[in-house]
């Protein structure tokens, strides 16, 4: 069964950083590419990052290039996301998604989530 | 302002059909595959429709997605009080290098 594990959430002041780490389990991750996608309270679904299996390709949204960073360790099954210099508008559930397997797929093809963990971002 | 527009809200019977729709360009929906995810209340999104209109694993049959031109539909047939949820549609951009979601839709079943 596969299963995606987030955590690293909490409260964190504006122009600080946090770490999310996301540990997978029933695939290997390594074979997979990753997305993080992002949920404001009350508000609709928002894609952040995407990572290749191999970790050759990333691609980041617009609001947060240059300020968060993903990456993957393979070896543990793990996927992270580095976010520095945040804002109180980063605050949102951010869930770690794997992109479905196959020559075909494009990072848009997400088949499974995570259950999220929650950032919140204030003074 | 979401790249893949859908309404906000649909509402229907029990027992009824219900479609929600989800525009996008020649970027997006025109040239990669749409996914469809519901949403229930307090909850992680959960793949129903794949590839334009395979239906997931484990997805009642009640579920369909279509895929025209840059447009993509989502039907649900005999609806059930369980199928009050968000729904969003997600596709690959080329031009913005991003995935895109729709703004998502509100299902409330009467």
């Known amino acids: 069964e596969v299963q995606l594990v987030e955590s690293g959430g909490g409260l964190i002041q504006p122009g600080g950083s946090l770490r999310l780490a996301c540990v997978a389990s029933g695939f290997t991750s390594g074979s997979y590419s990753m997305n993080w996608v992002r949920q404001a309270p009350g508000r609709g679904l928002e894609w952040v990052a995407y990572i290749s299996s191999s970790s050759g390709i990333m691609h980041y949204a617009d609001s947060v290039k240059g300020r968060f960073t993903i990456s993957k360790d393979n070896a543990k099954n793990a996927l992270h996301l580095q976010m520095n210099s945040l804002r109180v508008e980063d605050t949102a559930v951010y869930y770690c998604a794997r992109v479905r397997g196959g020559i075909a797929a494009t990072p848009g093809d997400i088949d499974y989530w995570g259950q999220g963990t929650l950032v919140t971002v204030s003074s | 302002q979401s790249v893949l527009t859908q309404p906000p809200s649909v509402s229907e019977a029990p027992r009824q059909r219900v479609t929600i729709s989800c525009s996008g360009s020649s970027s997006n929906i025109g040239r990669n595959a749409v996914n469809w995810y519901q949403q229930l209340p307090g909850k992680a999104p959960k793949l129903l429709i794949y590839y334009d209109d395979l239906l997931a694993s484990g997805v009642s049959v009640r579920f369909s997605g279509s895929k025209s031109g840059t447009s993509a539909s989502l039907a649900i047939s005999g609806l059930q009080s369980e199928d009050g949820a968000d729904y969003y549609c997600?596709?690959?951009?080329?031009?913005?290098?991003?995935?895109?979601f729709g703004g998502g839709t509100r299902l409330t079943v009467l």
């Open positions: 997600a596709a690959w951009d080329d031009s913005l290098k991003a995935v895109v």
